[in-house]
């Protein structure tokens, strides 16, 4: 029997999965769990490839290859029609191919799967938000002074991490001042919020930039109202603020302790408020946790919606890498995509950091890149997400602070619940992170027995399983661990 027989039916069960993922809102999961090229066939066993053994590993154990097998059975009629999956390290994705393309282009000529290099699944996410959200193309035709170009909605990949933030930022772009009045976003560095507040100033200035739209960080906001004091020109100051239309504020958690401020923009909020003027805020952590801020603005800021932006999972971190590449207009081999980000969890900023890195070798050393040096180039960068980085007392530090409780009542005896959740957390934590057994944290916790560290540990990692919130917020202490002696 001839190859490549089934290659037509091939790409069509690729394209028709591919646009089920998209009605799904699953695109990020069909990006990266069916990477996998058509090589040929012959006797009914088609024969595919993927770029390293982690890949098939995982497009095995999350069903990929089961799933287009039974698509292509349903598109051909054929119940013994198999898949064979090799590892091929030249491996090199392509475009699925359009209608037109099929119908230009012969059988054996023809290619599937997902672009790597240059993914059709960025351009496919584009189209996504403007026909699923009635958002037109967001690349910005008019620039605000205060705004960045490059933090608009095309260039953000949402992820499960991310998609419930994403899709209310566009909501609030196109109806400010509406039902979603404040809205806060809250999670650590680099996750994105900063991006989506600006985004959305960038879409609604294209959309009427006669609206007075201010973008500014809280630090800037307090030197800005302390100097206005000092200069005793408070009433210009209160002028600017409350008369815009749209208030981006960036780290407002810069505001813990400052009452001068905070009062300030309590009366602000409260006046845009009243004028249905749009408000966005982002934080690091859920207000309610920032110290010696003022209760009735908490109240104010917790009365819009607040969305918490977890850290991106390994899928997430993989397209937004395909797709920071490929608005540099570079290429980079998937198994070094897939390195990448499987050991950079923390944040997207070093998921950038990263690229620069490796891009700049390349352009000024003129060597081609390799996984090897690339492990050579990232090592410290890596090194930095690495558990043999981490010890017991910087665990404890991080826990203690996010709980507002002493490092010694964290380690001690006291049984009070806001004593004894953090323990545990922190228990659960150091035996994750670290390489300490259960007697060897036992003797750090004020001697307590081996069988009480495992009940503490055993406790949180079952309460995780049925609290999303509470795997949310150790994900988050364990980014900081990671990112404290930065």
Known sequence: MSKNMYQEAWNYALEELHNQYISEDRENEFIFNFNINYVSDENNVITVCVPSPFMKNQVTSKGSLEIIQNKLREVTGLN????????????KSAEIPSDDDKEGSKAAESSSALTQSKPQSATVSNSKIENENNSP????????????ENFIFENFIPGD?????????ISVAKEPGKARNPILFYGGSGLGKTHLMQAIGNYIYNQNPKLKICYISAESFTNEFT???????TQEFKNKYRGLDILLLDDIHF?????????????TFNALFEKKAQMVFTCDRPIREIKNMADRLVSRLNNGLSIDIQIPKFENRYAILQKKIELQGKQLSPEIIEYIAKNIETNVRELESALTTVFSYEELTGRPLDLDSVKTLLHDLIQTNNAENISLEIIQKVVADAYQISVTDLKGKKKDKKYVIPRQISIYMAREMTEMSFM?????????????????????????KTDPSLESRIENLMREVKEYKK
């Open 440 to 464: 060897e944290l036992g003797n750090e916790y004020s001697g307590k027995d081996h069988s009480t560290i495992m009940y503490a540990y055993k406790k949180i990692a079952d309460l995780m």
């Open 161 to 169: 991490n991310s998609m419930f933030a994403y899709n209310a930022a």
């Open 227 to 233: 100097d206005s004091i000092r200069t005793k020109k």
């Open 80 to 91: 013994d029609l198999t898949l064979d999956c090799i590892v091929n390290k030249d491996f």
């Open 255 to 267: 505001l813990q302790g400052k009452e001068q401020t905070q009062e300030e923009l309590f009366y």
């Open 137 to 148: 193309k967001q690349t910005p035709v008019k620039k605000h002074p205060q705004l960045s």
